[in-house]
Each structure stands twice: as C-alpha cells, then as structure tokens.
Nanobody, 125 residues
Framework: VQLQASGGGLVQAGGSLRLSCLVS????????LGWFRQAPGKEREFVAA????????LYSDSVKGRFAISRDNARNTVYLQMNSLKPEDTAVYYC???????????????????WGQGTQVTVSS
C-alpha cells in the first residue's frame, strides 16, 4: 500500500488549505485512514481519522471544529480540509492507513501500518 500526500504550503493565520492523500491500493475501501502531524522537535501527533466506510470521523481536540476529514472511495483519496489555521498548526502532515477494525488506539501512530511521505504546512502569523 502506497500513500502520497499533497496540498501543503504557506498560508497566513486564519486561512485554509486542503490536503489530499492518494492511496494506491485496489482494496482502498477496506482501509481506515488518518492524518497525523509532526512539528520540529515534537512527537508525531494525531489530527483526524475516518473509518473505512466513512461512517465515523474522529478528531483531536486541537483541531475539532476547524478541520474536516473526508474520503472519496471512487478516487482512492482522503482529504483534510483545514480552516481557521493557526501558527501552531505548522508541521509536516502525514496520512496513514490501517486495515480492518479501527481500534480505540486510533490516535496512536503505531496503530497504522502504512504511511505517506508527508507534506509541509506552514502558517504565518
């Protein structure tokens, strides 16, 4: 399974970006998908996840109400719409995939088996 994230860039505080992650996998629809981020000197942290059927969306408290995760199974793509961006959202954003049941540990990086290469998001104040 290969994941390719894109859509990062430089944006001013209060602005918006939409990240995309293309999943190269025939059975894409069987995978739960997540977004994580990692700022310099910090651990990788959970941002959002969506179950294989799109029936459940999960968010970290820091992005709830500002970010939205969605998936287009026809395009093998998961999206992260980021609104009202803040300088503290600056990080490299990674998409990740996990097959089967999404456990209660969905916010832990170790739960996911496959990772994309990351895309840089920089929010200026």
């Amino acid at each position: 399974v290969q994941l390719q994230a894109s859509g990062g860039g430089l944006v001013q505080a209060g602005g918006s970006l939409r990240l995309s992650c293309l999943v190269s996998e025939r059975t894409y629809s069987n995978y739960n998908l997540g977004w994580f981020r990692q700022a310099p000197g910090k651990e990788r942290e959970f941002v959002a996840a969506i179950t294989w059927n799109g029936g459940n969306e999960l968010y970290s408290d820091s992005v709830k109400g500002r970010f939205a995760i969605s998936r287009d199974n026809a395009r093998n793509t998961v999206y992260l719409q980021m609104n009202s961006l803040k300088p503290e959202d600056t990080a490299v954003y990674y998409c990740a995939a996990n097959r089967g049941y999404l456990p209660s540990t969905y916010s832990r990086p170790g739960t996911y088996n496959f990772w994309g290469q990351g895309t840089q998001v920089t929010v200026s104040s």
